[in-house]
């Protein structure tokens, strides 16, 4: 498929130049239907990006489309703050029933506002106000949103460097595997913990992703996951697990720690909790930590009811069985195998690769390959994206509702782009 950029528009002349997906995949999308994008030349496009992750069921889902659709037309409540609505109480129930029981959580559920970044910042600070302490670790390569809360918590030097000001209160720590298995699991963080001259303030949380997908794919062990929640619990400080890419079903199960048998003192999701792409996000914890004051968090927006439609038809309708978590490990393999094909076709290219359920990536020793193939998948008709501190990471996160046939279809073209930039 050949590929006309589209000429200088209002695009370029009136949006800021902070604007950065548009800049990989030039062209203008029209419309987007399952698993894939039609641009306004009618081009179409197989989509493993998914929103980042926000579009776990695919692009106007009908299912949810019809509840949403049928909801505004009746005039449903559409902005609500916090106010108690037909809508979310639907939703708490439904979440309720298909997640939290079915899995025995206790969780209250806080609504902090429409995106992930509020999710982790009213996480940050119920931690930091329950147990009267201001130092939070998080993790070597890790990614929790963009406002400055979130920011103290990342580890990419680059979009840190965006916050202007110094971003203080958090301590990065070694993630699984980041020193080559060389060091015992959490030997220094531990040493840190008992040396009084260490500098490191007693944490009021620890702040971790099972699986770094902005980070570049690095699946932490269940073993490890235990090994960090018995040290929080040994140590008095809240494990938060940030669930915003890698929840709602994208690595197999609901919550993606659900593999380590662990539970988490709170949670944080977003993207596709809301079902079909819109703003919704959860600060999930236990109710012992629910010692906020009305009103002390709070977000204009944080009542999105029309998400919480499609959030509850979504629940209803792929997790009331356990159907779909069985058919994102079946095709999680399926793209490992093609992962193993592709890097037997080519010994030279250093490449490596990993994931869970239907998160991949493919790393390659030269970062600019990986751009280079993202590039001619685009081309070819394959939204990828790259990921890691380098870009080095061709990342493949299609909707979990992708048939086999759609899953083989982009896979080959993976494959074909790696033939052609290799």
Known sequence: MTITPPALSVFETLESEVRSYCRSWPAVFDRAQGSYLFDEDGHRYLDFFAGAGALNYGHNNPVLKRALIDYLERDGITHGLDMGTTAKRAFLESFQDNVLRPRDLPYKVMFPGPTGTNAVEAALKLARKVKGREAIVSFTNAFHGMSLGSLAV????????????????????????YLDGQVPDFLWFERLLEDQGSGLNTPAAVIVETVQGEGGINVARPEWLRALAD????RDMLLIVDDIQMGCGRTGAFFSFEEAGITPDIVTLSKSIGGYGLPMSLTLFRPELDVWEPGEHNGTFRGNNPA?????????????????????????????????????EHPGLETTHRGRGLVWGLEFGDPQRASAVAARAFELGLLIETSGPRNEVVKLLPALTVSPDELDEGLRILARAVRETA
């Open 154 to 177: 990342t580890g990419n030097a680059f979009k840190r460097a965006g916050a202007g000001i110094p971003l203080v209160h958090g301590t990065p720590m070694p993630f699984d595997n």
């Open 231 to 234: 040290l929080c619990k040994r």
């Open 308 to 344: 919480f439609v499609t959030a509850a038809a979504a629940l209803d309708t792929y997790w009331a069985d356990g159907q779909l978590e069985k058919q994102t490990l079946v095709r999680g393999e399926q793209i490992e195998q093609a992962l193993i094909a592709i890097r037997a």
